[in-house]
């Protein structure tokens, strides 16, 4: 099972928003709607942010929202914040009874 | 608190063997499936393995399938993954996680990781 495909990265300044496409295949994402999102800080364990496409856990700030269209699911950062800062992960289960992740996206606050 | 803690990491020459522990607390641990991921140095996430509560549903990615093992002590609330074969490329960060449900298809509590050195 090959690794969904993240952009290496985006930026955006304070306050705008921004959005992290992750494609997959008929098998993965868009073979049903268990897709989740993950932030990373450097040196820390990812955190949950988006499951079920785009179901926030309680907690998660409702500046992140999830999507899906197809073979591709996407987050979306609205007011970009400094402690955005971070890498982000896409997650989807698979036909194979198996989870597959992102390459990962690296954002950057400018 | 609901809290995961690994233990087990270390240096370990190429061929061996290793098994990790992941402590389980604050929630009923015989409910949630649990999984196993890992992040190699400077790398992204990779998914290792899955157990259903009861423990006799496993799931295996196919790049440790049989190499690892995952299972789980529910009278101990704690997961394991028993490591063997280990290469180079096993080098990483492995983390414990618990599902978002009995089978929630999400990770939503994390350990915070032990690393594994595989090195002659």
């Known amino acids: 099972q090959s690794a969904l495909t993240q952009p290496a990265s985006v930026s955006g300044s304070p306050g705008q928003s921004i959005t992290i496409s992750c494609t997959g295949g008929s098998s993965d994402i868009g073979g049903h709607n268990h897709v989740s999102w993950y932030q990373q800080h450097p040196g820390k364990a990812p955190k949950l942010i988006i499951h079920g496409v785009n179901n926030r856990p309680s907690g998660v700030s409702n500046r992140f929202s999830g999507s899906k269209s197809g073979n591709t699911a996407s987050l979306t950062l609205s007011g970009l914040q400094a402690d955005d800062e971070a890498d982000y992960y896409c997650?989807?289960?698979?036909?194979?009874?198996?989870?597959?992740f992102g390459t990962g996206t690296k954002v950057t606050v400018l | 608190e609901v809290q995961l803690v690994e233990s087990g990491g270390g240096l370990v020459q190429p061929g061996g063997s290793l098994r990790l522990s992941c402590a389980a607390s604050g929630f009923t641990f015989s409910v949630f499936a649990m999984h196993w991921v890992r992040q190699a140095p400077g790398k992204g996430l990779e998914f290792l393995s899955s157990?259903?509560?009861?423990?006799?549903?496993?799931q295996y990615a196919n790049s440790v399938k049989g190499r690892f093992t995952i299972s789980r002590d529910n009278s101990k609330n704690t997961l394991y993954l028993q490591m063997g074969s280990l290469r180079g490329e096993d080098m990483a960060v492995y983390y414990c996680a618990r599902d978002l449900d009995i089978f929630g298809y999400a990770f939503e509590i994390w350990g915070q990781g032990t690393l594994v050195t595989v090195s002659s």
């Open positions: 997650c989807s289960w698979t036909n194979s009874y198996i989870y597959v």
């Open positions: 157990i259903l509560g009861d423990g006799r549903t496993t």
